[in-house]
């Protein structure tokens, strides 16, 4: 195979280092370039998994990457990103501290899913790219939602409500189509279809609403299986 086998994680080192950019834009530049960073980390994480199953290149080193790439680009950068806010408008210095509770969960979140078998066609818990699309896109809302990002309080329950979402023991479906008929794939149709309507409306201020609506059916999926 020859240097066809490095290409799945060459693609995992510019997901790493989207990270180390926007952790650096996060300081120096409005938020939305760190947003822009997860976007583009969120391309590279989709093609190191696709270019792997392509050229069947798949290596427990390649594995172990992934994860420490994704605890930069979805862990510690929305961290930054989240403190920058809560330090800009906290009656305290200490609120925005509760911003590197999104970097913990991240890497327990993580962790987890490397020892855990049962998450091929779903996930437990919110992966970790979602949470850093949600919270960065957050930079996006237009009034009258836009008071999200200067309220202290509200940013704060958040990064709580989220780090927890993380970790918690829900089945969220997966994007993995197996064959396209409707009955098999109700929730992923659905999905797709109404975010491409919210994006249509919305455009880049549909980023955090598209996350919520994935959180959403994915419980009401799993509220009719149970039946």
Same mark, same amino acid.
């Given at each position: 195979? %020859?240097?066809?086998?490095?290409?799945?994680?060459?693609?995992?080192?510019?997901?790493?280092?989207?990270?180390?950019?926007?952790?650096?834009?996060?300081? &120096?530049?409005?938020?939305?370039?760190?947003?822009?960073?997860?976007?583009?980390?969120?391309?590279?994480?989709?093609?190191?998994?696709?270019?792997?199953?392509?050229?069947?290149?798949?290596?427990?080193?390649?594995?172990?990457?992934?994860?420490?790439?994704?605890?930069?680009?979805? %862990?510690?950068?929305?961290?930054?990103?989240?403190?920058?806010?809560?330090?800009?408008?906290?009656?305290? &210095?200490?609120?925005?501290?509760?911003?590197? *509770?999104?970097?913990?969960?991240? !890497?327990?979140?993580? !962790?987890?899913?490397?020892?855990?078998?049962?998450?091929?066609? !779903?996930?437990?818990?919110?992966?970790?790219? !979602?949470?850093? *699309?949600?919270?960065?896109?957050?930079?996006?809302?237009?009034?009258?939602?836009?008071?999200?990002?200067?309220?202290?309080?509200?940013?704060?329950?958040?990064?709580?409500?989220?780090?927890?979402?993380?970790?918690?023991?829900?089945?969220?479906?997966?994007?993995?189509?197996?064959?396209?008929?409707?009955?098999?794939?109700?929730?992923?149709?659905?999905?797709?279809?109404?975010?491409?309507?919210?994006?249509?409306?919305?455009?880049?201020?549909?980023?955090?609403?598209?996350?919520?609506?994935?959180?959403?059916?994915?419980?009401? %999926?799993?509220?009719?299986?149970? %039946?």
């Amino acid at each position: 195979m %020859g240097i066809t086998k490095h290409i799945p994680n060459l693609l995992t080192i510019a997901n790493l280092l989207c990270g180390c950019l926007g952790i650096l834009y996060a300081y &120096e530049y409005p938020p939305v370039l760190s947003a822009y960073f997860v976007w583009i980390a969120c391309v590279f994480d989709f093609f190191d998994g696709f270019t792997a199953r392509a050229l069947k290149a798949y290596s427990p080193l390649g594995g172990q990457l992934d994860s420490l790439a994704d605890l930069v680009s979805f %862990g510690v950068l929305p961290s930054m990103v989240m403190y920058t806010w809560i330090d800009a408008v906290a009656p305290n &210095e200490w609120m925005a501290y509760s911003a590197f *509770l999104i970097a913990a969960f991240s !890497a327990i979140r993580l !962790a987890k899913f490397n020892i855990d078998d049962n998450q091929k066609d !779903a996930f437990i818990g919110l992966p970790t790219p !979602a949470n850093a *699309l949600f919270i960065t896109g957050l930079v996006f809302l237009q009034p009258p939602f836009s008071f999200v990002t200067a309220d202290a309080f509200v940013l704060v329950i958040i990064t709580v409500a989220f780090s927890i979402l993380l970790i918690a023991p829900l089945d969220l479906f997966a994007l993995k189509f197996k064959n396209y008929t409707w009955p098999d794939n109700k929730l992923r149709f659905t999905f797709v279809g109404l975010s491409v309507l919210l994006v249509g409306f919305l455009l880049a201020a549909a980023v955090p609403l598209i996350i919520l609506l994935y959180i959403i059916l994915s419980l009401v %999926g799993n509220k009719f299986a149970k %039946g």
